[in-house]
């Protein structure tokens, strides 16, 4: 069965550094979204991209964050200068995006720890 | 602001029991109301629901919604040890596709 993949399935960095998170959605998915979930709380929505650009954001997505498809298979999420309060578990979901409503399904996520 | 209230926070049971879980949101134009099983890792499609009193079902777990009272509950019969697990509820508006999830309720089956 298909399955969303991400990578790495944790990162360390320093406070102030960029990090890439990677995700691979299903195949012949169309719709991408970030989540993040703080350790004890909930899951939280970032972004949503169709089409190679934006379709939803939250507040917390602010500009130091950023998404790009760079090729027809990987989805990325960048946080340019990392924050202690960015250590979450990131998940990658993806929707085939021809039916409504649609499931999302989500990748095993990444750990990111900000020291 | 859409939002999911989930209880309880946590059930521990004996396997065999029969457990149920509660979900009540509010939402602007309700779209769907989604259920996931969390173990370690991902979260794990459970069931999608849109319609109220239609039960849908899988193997030992079934759910149900009533948009009028605005709550889902999600029924494990015979539970097992690997039904341990986090269960999150979401549900999406018509405003786009964005989920707002609930606290979860944290299940523990005990042998």
């Known amino acids: 069965e298909p399955e969303v993949t991400q990578t790495p399935s944790h990162q360390v960095t320093q406070m102030g550094q960029e990090v890439i998170l990677r995700c691979v959605p299903i195949?012949?998915?169309?719709?991408f979204y970030w989540y993040r979930q703080i350790l004890g709380q909930k899951v939280e929505f970032l972004v949503s991209f169709y089409n190679n650009e934006i379709s939803e954001k939250s507040e917390i997505f602010d500009d130091q964050f950023s998404v790009e498809r760079p090729d027809g298979s990987n989805f990325t999420l960048k946080i340019r200068s990392t924050k202690l309060e960015d250590s979450a578990m990131y998940f990658c979901?993806?929707?085939?995006?021809?039916?409504?409503?649609?499931?999302?399904?989500f990748g095993p996520g990444t750990r990111l720890t900000v020291l | 602001e859409d939002k999911v209230v989930q209880s309880p926070l946590s059930l521990v049971v004996h396997e065999g029991d029969t457990v149920t879980l509660n979900c009540s949101y509010e939402v602007t134009n309700f779209r769907s109301l989604l259920w996931y099983k969390q173990e370690k890792k991902a979260p794990t499609f459970l069931f999608m629901l849109t319609s109220s009193g239609i039960e849908k079902k899988s193997g030992r777990l079934s759910s149900i919604l009533d948009k009028k009272e605005l709550f889902s509950i999600l029924n494990i019969t015979a539970t097992q040890t690997g039904d341990s697990a986090i269960y999150l509820c979401?549900?999406?508006?018509?405003?786009?596709?964005?989920?707002?999830f609930g606290g979860g309720t944290r299940l523990m089956v005990k042998p």
């Open positions: 195949s012949n998915h169309l719709y």
């Open positions: 979901a993806s929707t085939r995006g021809d039916r409504d409503p649609d499931t999302q399904y």
């Open positions: 979401a549900v999406q508006n018509n405003a786009g596709n964005m989920l707002t």
